[in-house]
């Protein structure tokens, strides 16, 4: 259901905890979560259009967002019947069994720049354990939310097991944080927001997961392909506009190649196309909001006042709609691990590369941030590459490659960038408890 009450949808959720859903066999409710998927993707296009028009975010971007939250059902659906208890050998004659149960009512909070995929990542999960579930859509982007809602329960989900609430972070989700009927809550924003919430839902002792910010390094060695990593960077940065917790937004590369990467780095920025997200030829949209652009033009500002270059990029584009809140990607260079522009997590499309001059250096720097989501490391070096990946603090890294998320791998971040990990098999940890059960044989 869609709600603006969210007391109502916790008592709706809190029946249907008490009913047929969680009592469900798990081969029934993976039937249901690929009948989901499979209405997603009769509706894609449609989905597709309202996430373009929702996010701002282009709108090829948007159709592999709206695959990707299918494929997301899909795997939940296949999994969860395969998702085993254990049998334990205890010395006492007897069997001792360990369990999977449901968690309870799950509070789902959602931020606006993957509205519909992460609802997935966090909804799938949760449902196929056996969960009712409350989502809050960021109060900027609801509408792929609501639209989703409608397909859950035309899957076949019983009604009262799902609300969709949108409205603001701060009235509706301190309301769903600190009541005691949710049992677990699963976040993904802002870091200071995490904070709260742990604070809000201390009391109910919920069960809380994390997805927070972050400022990932792509550490570039002399001996890679730095060629590729240049070409393949830009979008790893600038993608979605910069609004993306997975931004390697600090690129370290070894003092030997860095001019040519910086120039090269910055032709392959000059050479993106920002425009309206309808447009099929846009690969960059415009960002969420004035306050949002600000914000980055801002710290292009703070970045070249501490003594970097502004190499291009930072600037409103005359082509563009003037409604729209279009910046043109900026990269700084000569930046040093101690500005803020390499500190403090923009959410925007500024890009700091900052040089290093050997293995242990570009390791110091990596893990010199409070942060520590993702990141890429390329270099040809098999020996250097096992050496430096173990080294690095981050809970998802890349080596040759720029790919953070896969559905079938967890994701989540150590340090200041959350707690606890989505996706793949270990997602379904959170949505449940475990309970031991002994069988006396005497
Ligand atoms: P945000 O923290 O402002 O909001 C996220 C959600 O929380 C929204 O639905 C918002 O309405 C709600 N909210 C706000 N205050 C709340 C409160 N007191 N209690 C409960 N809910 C509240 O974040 P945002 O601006 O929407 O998203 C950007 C941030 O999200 C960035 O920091 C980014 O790095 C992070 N992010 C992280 C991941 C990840 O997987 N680690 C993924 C995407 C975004």
């Given at each position: 259901m869609c709600s603006s009450d969210p007391p109502a949808a916790l008592d709706a959720a809190s029946r249907a905890f008490a009913g047929a859903w969680p009592a469900t066999s798990a081969t029934e409710r993976g039937r249901t979560l690929i009948r989901v998927a499979t209405g997603i993707r009769a509706r894609a296009e449609e989905f597709a259009v309202l996430e373009a028009r929702n996010a701002g975010k282009p709108i090829g971007d948007a159709r592999w967002e709206v695959e990707a939250a299918a494929a997301t059902f899909e795997y939940y659906g296949g999994a969860v019947n395969k998702y085993l208890g254990e049998v334990i050998p205890v010395s006492e004659p007897g069997l001792d069994v360990v369990l999977r149960e449901p968690v309870g009512v799950c509070a789902l909070i959602v931020p606006w720049n993957f509205p519909l995929l992460i609802t997935s990542w966090k909804a799938a999960p949760a449902l196929a354990a056996g969960n009712p579930i409350v989502i809050k859509p960021a109060s900027l982007t609801p509408l792929t939310a609501l639209l989703l809602g409608e397909v859950l329960v035309d899957a076949g989900l019983p009604p009262e097991a799902v609300s969709v609430i949108p409205g603001p972070g701060r009235t509706i989700g301190d309301l769903l944080t600190g009541d005691?009927?949710?049992?677990k809550i699963s976040f993904t924003g802002e870091t200071a927001t995490g904070a709260q919430i742990l604070r809000t839902s201390s009391d109910n002792i919920a069960r809380v997961s994390l997805e927070l910010g972050g400022k990932s390094a792509s550490v570039v060695f002399a001996d890679a392909d730095w060629m590729r990593a240049a070409d393949e960077t830009v979008m790893a940065v600038f993608g979605n506009t910069g609004q993306d917790?997975?931004?390697?937004s600090r690129i370290l590369v070894q003092d030997s190649v860095y001019d040519d990467f910086v120039s090269r780095f910055a032709d392959a920025t000059r050479a993106l196309t920002v425009g309206a997200p309808l447009d099929a030829t846009t690969e960059l949209g415009p960002m969420i909001s004035a306050a949002q652009r600000r914000i980055a033009q801002d710290y292009v500002g703070i970045g070249v006042e501490a003594g970097?270059?502004?190499?291009?990029g930072g600037e409103v584009p005359?082509?563009?709609?003037?409604?729209g809140f279009f910046l043109t990607p900026a990269v700084l260079a000569g930046v040093d691990n101690s500005m803020r522009v390499a500190r403090?997590?923009?959410?925007?499309p500024v890009a700091s590369i900052i040089p290093f001059r050997d293995e242990a250096d570009a390791i110091e720097i990596a893990n010199d941030t409070p942060y520590g989501l993702s990141g890429s490391l390329w270099t040809r070096d098999l020996g250097r590459g096992i050496r430096v990946a173990r080294a690095i603090r981050t809970g998802v890294l890349s080596v040759n490659s720029n790919r953070s998320v896969r559905t079938e791998t967890p994701f989540g971040g150590y340090k200041h960038s959350g707690l606890g990990r989505e996706l793949g098999p270990h997602a379904m940890d959170h949505y449940t408890e475990v309970k031991n059960v002994f069988f006396s044989a005497e």
């Open positions: 005691p009927r949710v049992a917790c997975c931004a390697r970097a270059e502004l190499v291009t005359d082509a563009c709609d003037p409604n403090e997590e923009i959410f925007g």
